[in-house]
């Protein structure tokens, strides 16, 4: 690729960032005008078809070089540099076509929204700001982007600041995204060293020491893991996605976790040179502990919202598990498993992205048709929305990682870089890899009994509520969107080979190794290492699949007898009719509270039943703790309010009193001069 053609990819991304920027300004003068929802998203969805198909071009092309862009604004000295590599253009593919679908399911579910004026501008403007951080080459740059991004969705977050709740979630989202931009800071200023060089190209060709490394990789969990929602710092995450329309949620949970997702690459496995093993075990045990606890936070939610960010935070600890493991196999010099490692956190980076989304567009139209998002009052929803609940049972079989869709095939990569283990020479990891790959298939299979439950309850059985019994179909825009991530989801499930060699220039430019060229392997198929260890084919999978659930329908249909039955449906032993007597989420999730709500959760049932001949109700009540946000997060605000209340005397003093203390201040201040110098 000659130069010229490579100085027009980053210009052709900016000019693509400029475009958003320029909507949202748009937004601003269009904001009282009737067809502003129509004008605001068609214009972004433009902008982000052609900042997709301009990722694509640049990641398929197989160049392995990289394009640069200086402009003049910025640190005086430094300017503002952008970058456009392989790794920068997968997640720019993610991030413009999670822009595309928002916006084309914002055509439909934009007119439902009561203050549009309070999202229109934010919206392309968030899209920008996850674009600059992705195109970002210097750390000034990189902060300034992460920090408009994190405003930008910010704003999104407090559009329905009015309702229950919504202002609590907008502070704790804009106070946890203050504290991960700290440690990102802190993070560069070690990179950066004492000379000061804020590019990325001096911090990749500086050397750091092991000090320096183990204190950038902990402020890197602590800033791009606050984001993503790494436990214990998610605690912003249920607040913050269910509190934003439904499509910015889908943004946010499928896109911009992502974003944090590369920062952490980048600066880890890009920037910071040639790792240390014991840096994976680190990042092994936060991922393993993520997963499981996100699958069980999800399994006892009855809002959907706030179960879909709680599975989030599941998959975003599938991630760190695999970049962990990619880690390890770095640091001991086998190349083709760390490729194996990386591009299966690569490959659910992306899976992630497309099913997250679906599910959240997916709540969104249930939201939009019955005003409710808790699953108790929804049911038999397959009657009145059936095109939504199929998009939505492809979204939930995917994410239950079932063949032969997309969320199958990266976690089956991801146990078989896990069963590579024994090649690590260290003891540490032997053991630990083996552990944290039982606790991801424990979330695997917990993953797939709360999708059971999420699907089941909302969908099927009777309505619970009057608004699910008047639930209607949404509009076609809001359909489309859905069905062409589903579509997505199943063609990457049975073709993923030209995804995983896709993926290879980035491991070729990272770990400097790539997987097995998979357009080699006959019948599509996809082998990881080698024939003798394993392989998968999802086509043949399919064909499989769909040859026996035709075949025993025929059969059943031709042997079964043709006389026609109905009947009430069984009640669990009760013999009430009404909706009410259903199987609930709840109920749904009772074994495994019992199993680990009293360690994880310190659950207690509650159960008040009257005597017999009193007329009472009987009434059974579940408490359920957050144990991180009681124990880590309620201390320090409780500590802070205290303190705030004890400073707040200060502005009550006399003036004798204030000189007394400035001149205290002052003692002090030289005190500390003097025994530092």
């Given at each position: ?11 052709w ?35 982000c ?7 694509i ?19 005086p ?7 456009l ?5 997968f997640?720019?593919?993610?991030v413009?076509?999670?822009?595309t ?6 055509l ?6 009561q203050a549009?004026q309070?999202?229109l501008?934010?919206f ?8 600059l ?39 704790v ?16 200023g ?7 060089d ?27 893991g606050s ?14 996605h269910p ?8 943004l ?12 952490f ?6 920037l ?11 990042i ?14 999800a ?18 600890g ?43 567009f ?22 009145r929305?059936p ?9 939930c ?13 990266s ?26 790959g ?17 699907y089941?309850i ?17 509009d ?39 997987m ?8 599509l ?8 260890r394993s ?14 659930a ?31 007597a259903q ?11 019992r ?6 959760f ?6 008040e ?26 201390p ?5 309010s205290?303190?705030?209340d004890?400073?707040?005397?200060l502005?009550f003093?006399?003036?004798r ?21």
């Open positions: 690729m000659n130069s010229a053609v490579v100085i027009s990819a980053v210009v991304q900016m000019s693509c960032v400029a475009g958003l920027l320029g909507i949202a300004v748009l937004a601003i003068t269009l904001s009282r005008s009737k067809s502003s929802t129509a004008v605001i998203y068609s214009a972004t969805l433009a902008i078809v052609a900042g997709l198909l301009g990722s071009r640049w990641l398929l092309d197989g160049t392995q070089g990289a394009s640069g862009l200086t402009l003049p604004i910025g640190l000295w430094l300017g503002a540099h952008f970058r590599d392989a790794l920068a253009s997640f720019l593919i993610i413009n076509l999670g822009g679908l928002a916006s084309l399911y914002g439909g579910y934009g007119h439902h929204e549009p309070r999202v501008p934010f392309p403007a968030f899209l920008a700001g996850m674009n951080v992705v195109l970002a080459d210097d750390a000034f740059s990189y902060l300034l982007c992460w920090e408009f991004m994190s405003l930008a969705s910010w704003a999104l977050v407090m559009a329905h600041h009015r309702e229950a709740d919504n202002a609590k979630a907008g502070y989202y804009l106070v946890m995204a203050s504290f991960g931009t700290l440690a990102l800071l802190l993070a560069f070690l990179l950066a060293g004492p000379a000061g804020y590019g990325f190209a001096a911090i990749r060709a500086a050397q750091h020491t092991p000090y320096a490394a183990t204190l950038v990789l902990i402020l890197m969990l602590l800033g791009a984001k993503a929602g790494l436990v214990p710092l998610h605690v912003w995450l249920p607040l913050a509190a934003a329309p439904s499509h910015v949620s889908a946010m949970s499928g896109v911009m976790t992502k974003v944090a997702i590369y920062g690459i980048r600066v880890i496995f890009d910071l040179g040639p790792p240390d093993w014991p840096a994976s075990a680190v092994l045990f936060f991922g393993g502990i993520t997963a499981v606890m996100g699958i069980l936070y399994m006892m939610e009855k809002d959907l919202k706030r179960l879909l960010a709680y599975s989030t935070i599941e998959n975003v599938i991630i760190f598990v695999s970049l962990g493991l990619a880690l390890a196999f770095q640091a001991n010099g086998l190349k083709l498993l760390a490729a194996l490692a990386f591009t299966a956190a690569l490959f659910h980076v992306l899976n992630h992205s497309f099913f997250k989304s679906l599910l959240f997916g709540a969104g139209a249930v939201l939009m048709s019955t005003g409710e998002r808790d699953m108790d009052k929804l049911g038999g929803l397959i009657h929305m095109l939504t609940s199929f998009a939505v049972l492809v979204g079989v995917a994410i239950s990682a079932l063949p032969p869709f997309n969320g199958f095939v976690e089956w990569l991801i146990f078989q870089a896990v069963l590579q283990s024994p090649e690590l020479p260290q003891w540490a990891l032997k053991i630990m890899v083996p552990a944290v039982a606790m991801l298939a424990l979330a695997a299979a917990l993953a797939a009994a709360c999708f059971v439950k999420a089941g909302t969908f099927l059985g009777r309505p619970r509520s009057p608004a699910a019994e008047a639930a209607r179909e949404i076609r825009y809001s359909l489309s969107a859905m069905f062409i991530l589903a579509a997505l989801c199943l063609l990457v499930g049975i073709l993923p080979g030209p995804v995983i060699d896709a993926l290879s220039p980035i491991t070729l430019q990272i770990l400097g190794g790539r097995p060229i998979q357009a080699n392997e006959p019948w198929s996809i082998v990881p290492i080698a024939e003798s392989s998968y084919n999802g086509l043949l999978v399919m064909l499989f699949i769909t040859f026996s035709a075949l025993a329908v025929s059969v059943i249909h031709r042997f079964a007898s043709r006389a026609l039955r109905r009947g009430p449906a069984w009640g669990c032993g009760f013999s009430d009719p009404t909706p009410a199987y609930s989420g709840g109920s749904f999730a009772q074994p495994i509270r199993v680990f709500g009293t360690l994880a310190g659950a207690r049932d509650h159960v039943m009257p005597p017999p001949g009193d007329i009472r109700p009987a009434r059974l009540r579940i408490e359920l703790h957050d144990l991180i946000w009681e124990g880590m997060y309620a320090i605000a409780n500590a802070v205290v303190s705030s004890r400073l707040n005397r502005q003093l006399t003036i009193r204030y000189l007394s203390l400035v001149f205290a201040t002052l003692v002090t201040l030289l005190l500390v001069l003097a025994i530092w110098s």
